[in-house]
Every structure is written in C-alpha cells, then in structure tokens.
C-alpha cells in the first residue's frame, strides 16, 4: 500500500513546480542586460523573454515588443519554447494521471495495485516534465553565460541570467522531487 501522505506532499511539491513552470515560461527576464564595464548605462535596462523583448526606463515607463516572426528567432529560442510548453503539457497529464492514482482519492479503490501503477506512472511523467524544463532553462543559461563570456560581444551589448532562469530552475527541481516522492511512494513492497 503507498504512503498517502507522501504521495500528497510529492503531488502537492510538483503542483508548486508547474505553477512556477508557467510563470517563468510567460516572464519577460530570461535575460537581462548587464551592467559590467566600462560602459554603465544606468538609464534604461533590457530585458528578453521567450515571447518578447522589453526596455525599462529609469523614469519608469516600460515597452515591450512582440517577436514579429516565429522563423527570425535564434535556435535557441525556439528550443527553449517547446521544451517549456511540453514540459507543461506534460504536467498537466501527469497531474491528472497522478490524482487517478493516489490514495487519497476513491478512483479505482477497488483494485490498489492498479492504482499504485497508476500513481507510478504520473511520477514518472512528472520527472520527465521537469527534465524538460531543467534541460530548456539550462540551454538557454548556458549559451547566455556563453555570450557573456565571448570577448567579440561588444561591452554593451551583453547579457545577465534573468529572474525567469532562476524561477525555471528552481521549478524544474520541485517538479523532479515531487514526481520521484510518487515514484517512491507507489514502489513500498506489496504482500
């Protein structure tokens, strides 16, 4: 019989993770520019998103600009927008998978092996949604951290990780831990 209790808190930590999931896909600040050099202008701050790019002034006015074309945008880019909203799909099926499953519910509660390999299959779902996630957030850090580094990117012209890498990863991390909590939960030894 698995551990209801577990299960809740696996269910409930993965919830929080597709919450955030959601949130950092929809943010503006994947990347923000950087203030290092010789070259500091404190007037206006950059921002780019996954859906648009943002300029903040110092006066407090902020416009934003929608990607025109689907096609112009960096590798990237697209990359890290399927993997986000797969990873999202995913955890909305792992969700509903994972609540078919778990004892706290009276769905299938005449057959508990089954709903025990039903609960393992929502976890199972859930850790790949937020391998998804982690391997889409990682990508794009990694080639800002690349650009950052490259001594051709013009002083001015470069960028920082933004508060949505951070949300994404940290995201990614709930959304593994509660999946493998169900994982665990539904895998205890059967008599």
């Given at each position: 019989?698995?551990?209801?209790?577990?299960?809740?808190?696996?269910?409930g930590?993965?919830?929080?993770?597709?919450?955030?999931?959601?949130?950092?896909?929809?943010?503006v600040?994947?990347?923000a520019?950087?203030?290092?050099?010789?070259?500091?202008?404190?007037?206006?701050a950059m921002y780019e998103?996954?859906?648009?790019?943002?300029v903040?002034?110092?006066?407090?006015?902020?416009?934003?600009?929608?990607?025109d074309?689907?096609?112009?945008?960096?590798?990237?880019?697209q990359?890290?927008?399927?993997?986000?909203?797969?990873?999202?799909?995913?955890?909305?099926?792992?969700?509903?998978v994972?609540?078919?499953?778990?004892q706290?519910?009276?769905?299938?509660s005449?057959?508990?092996?089954?709903?025990d390999?039903?609960?393992?299959?929502?976890?199972?779902?859930?850790?790949?949604?937020?391998?998804?996630?982690?391997?889409?957030?990682?990508?794009?850090?990694?080639?800002?951290?690349?650009?950052?580094?490259?001594?051709?990117?013009?002083?001015?012209?470069?960028?920082?990780f933004g508060s949505?890498?951070?949300?994404?990863?940290?995201?990614?991390?709930?959304?593994?831990?509660?999946?493998s909590?169900?994982?665990?939960?539904s895998?205890?030894?059967r008599?």
């Amino acid at each position: 019989m698995a551990n209801p209790g577990i299960q809740l808190l696996g269910f409930g930590l993965a919830f929080i993770g597709f919450i955030g999931t959601i949130a950092c896909t929809v943010m503006v600040e994947w990347k923000a520019s950087s203030y290092s050099g010789d070259n500091i202008i404190t007037a206006q701050a950059m921002y780019e998103g996954l859906w648009k790019t943002c300029v903040s002034q110092s006066t407090g006015q902020i416009q934003c600009k929608v990607y025109d074309s689907i096609l112009q945008l960096p590798a990237m880019v697209q990359g890290t927008r399927g993997l986000m909203v797969a990873s999202i799909l995913l955890c909305f099926i792992a969700m509903m998978v994972a609540m078919t499953g778990m004892q706290c519910t009276t769905c299938m509660s005449d057959s508990p092996e089954t709903k025990d390999k039903v609960a393992l299959a929502g976890g199972v779902v859930f850790i790949i949604a937020g391998l998804l996630a982690l391997v889409g957030t990682s990508w794009y850090g990694h080639r800002i951290a690349q650009d950052f580094n490259n001594p051709f990117t013009p002083t001015n012209s470069r960028y920082e990780f933004g508060s949505a890498l951070y949300l994404g990863w940290a995201a990614a991390a709930l959304i593994i831990i509660g999946g493998s909590f169900l994982t665990c939960s539904s895998s205890e030894k059967r008599k």
